[in-house]
Structure formats: structure tokens, C-alpha cells
């Protein structure tokens, strides 16, 4: 990302520069607790977990997530 767009986003409230960092520190914790469910890596703004509906009667997966300006 530009230093113009972080700084615009800066100014709006948004840290990106502060959010990459706090990732950076808690990338490894996060990929040790990795499953094989899990479809992707933490990024995005959205998890993707394969749920095996045989396992389960009447499953509930819930996933939540703010973006950007929220």
C-alpha cells in the first residue's frame, strides 16, 4: 500500500500500518493453531472452514468478521 493511501486511511481512523504489524505479531500463534478444516491462511476478511456435515446432526457454523471503515 502507498504512503498516500495509508496515511487517507489514517486520517479516516483506519491504521492500516498498526493492523500489518499486530498481524505480523500474531501470524505464527495463529498458524499454530491451524486446522485441517481450515481452507485458507488468516488474511481477506472472511475465514473459510470446511465443515463435514456427516459428523454433525444439526450443525451451526457461525463466522464473523468487520472490514475496513466499520
Known sequence: MTKVKSDLYKNAGVDIDLAVSLLGQVKSKLAAARRPEMLAP???????FQLD???YREP???SSIDGVGT
Not at 488468516?42 to 473459510?48: H, K, R, S, V, Y
Open 42 to 48: 488468516i488474511g481477506g476478511f472472511g475465514g473459510l
Open 53 to 55: 456435515l456427516s459428523k
Open 60 to 62: 451451526v457454523l457461525v
